[in-house]
């Protein structure tokens, strides 16, 4: 008996740890660009990210001030004005890929994904934004992109900047998550 | 130990069924995270502030300060009379700024050399500290009225360490220690080498906008002295790539030198200029 509830417990901390899938250097960029003026894009190195593969979950989260810019004065900017990185430091996406099975990702495939993303201190239910998924040994490559208004997230572009910045942002993700 | 087990086995299903992914991977930092924007501008009214132009970049500031508001609108509260100071900083690194300017106030160029020592990190280190260091030239001097003037006598130097701390997100306060040294002077009495500790802060009033004053408290003013300790009082308005810096001061000089030792205003007589500076990043 007493081997019986070793093997169990093993058992059950094994399967808690073989199902996720884990990266602490994913990339999302982001672009609010207007065509004809300066760029305005960023791109973060360290986002973290976690799959549960059983059920399909999914999360990540961004330091918000590990966004870089291609000049000092705009992440500035970004930090100081926009995000207010001080008071919101992290930006955060708990949901689920729909209909997700381990198994389906032999070849690349493409799972739609649910969920809360939160910036900002503002929460914006994200629904049927296109995965691609792969399969490689023992990681699992995401990528992909979906838009973002400034305004769902409380975001303000003052009449000044209005023109050179985007109101519609793009954001993209490319993780590679490793097995635990 | 049977009991301990079975305990164990449960709470690790319970915590598989509802532990929230999300406070698996949270993480405060990815290392060492600085302080950053204790203030917008270069300078927080007259003294500069502990931030430094990024690497690569060029910052060009256009100073003014007008003549005195006292004479009110015979000189169109000193718009007759203003002076005017071009400066340009370029980032070496981002911890080294060198700078060249030319001030219509007694002509003077100076070249300085910013850079910075140390910064405050969350957790970490409380400041920031930056050393600053210029040489002036005076090129007003008139050698019609000092027959006996040499070109060492047109130069000073100014050395200082800015100490700031960014209290909170809108509070940033610092110290400056100063020495300057003016191979002329005007008042016999005034030693050429010359201290003084300022004091300067700014409050972020919304993410666009900022109250800033300064201080400049002189250590060792000759006693007959007709120049006054300066005091400033401004706003800081941020837009994209400009920083607009409105004032008033009681000293009308733009470089330490000046606006320490030669400071002739006097806030509790009407005696102020207004000023501004406007800073653009290319």
């Known amino acids: ?180 | 130990m049977r009991n301990l087990l079975i305990l164990l086995l449960f709470s690790s299903l319970v915590t598989n069924s509802q532990n929230d992914l999300l406070t698996e991977i949270d993480t405060d930092s990815t290392g060492t995270e600085y302080a950053t924007a204790a203030f917008k501008g270069l300078k927080i009214v007259n003294f500069e502030s502990t931030k430094l132009v990024a690497k690569k970049e060029l910052q060009f500031i256009v100073s003014h300060r007008f003549g005195s508001i006292k004479n009110g609108i015979n000189t169109f509260f000193g718009l007759d009379e203003a002076v005017t100071r071009l400066n340009f900083v370029l980032g070496v690194t981002d911890g080294l700024n060198v700078g060249v300017s030319r001030s219509s106030y007694l002509k003077v160029y100076d070249v300085s050399l910013k850079y910075r020592l140390l910064r405050q990190e969350e957790n970490g280190f409380p400041f920031t500290i930056v050393g600053y260091n210029s040489i002036l030239i005076n090129t007003a001097l008139d050698k019609e009225n000092l027959p006996l003037l040499e070109f060492k006598h047109r130069l000073g130097y100014t050395a200082q360490i800015l100490i700031s701390r960014k209290v909170n997100t809108d509070l940033s306060l610092e110290l400056a220690p100063t020495f300057f040294h003016d191979n002329y002077v005007v008042v016999d009495a005034q030693d050429n080498s010359q201290f003084a500790l300022g004091f300067g802060g700014r409050y972020k009033l919304s993410t666009r906008w900022s109250l800033n004053a300064d201080y400049g408290w002189h250590l060792n003013r000759a006693s007959n002295s007709p120049f006054k300790n300066p005091l400033s009082i401004g706003v800081d308005l941020e837009t994209g790539g400009h920083v607009f810096q409105m004032h008033f001061t009681n000293a009308q000089p733009m470089d330490a030198n000046g606006f320490l030792g030669q400071g002739t205003g006097d806030w509790s007589d009407g005696d102020i200029y207004f000023g501004f500076n406007l800073s653009r990043q290319f």
Do not use: C, W
Request: no cysteine.
């Open chain 1, 1 to 180: 008996m007493k081997h019986l509830i070793y093997l169990l417990a093993f058992f059950s901390l094994n399967l808690v740890a073989q199902s996720k899938y884990i990266t602490k250097t994913g990339v999302v960029n982001f672009e609010a660009s207007v065509a004809s003026f300066e760029e305005v894009k960023a791109m973060n190195q360290s986002v973290t990210a976690i799959i549960e593969t059983k059920s399909g979950a999914f999360a990540a989260l961004v330091l918000v001030k590990g966004f870089r810019f291609k000049n000092a004065l705009m992440e500035e900017h970004f930090n100081e004005n926009y995000a207010e990185s001080d008071q919101f430091p992290k930006a955060t996406f708990k949901g689920n890929l729909e209909d997700f099975s381990i198994d389906k990702l032999s070849a690349t495939s493409i799972f739609k994904m649910n969920g809360s993303l939160t910036f900002h201190g503002k929460t914006k239910k994200l629904e049927s934004i296109p995965l691609k998924l792969s399969r490689e040994g023992d990681f699992i490559n995401v990528s992909g992109s979906f838009l973002l208004n400034t305004s769902d997230f409380d975001i303000k572009i003052p009449k000044v900047v209005k023109d050179k910045v985007s109101e519609t942002v793009e954001v993209s993700l490319n993780f590679k998550l490793k097995k635990t």
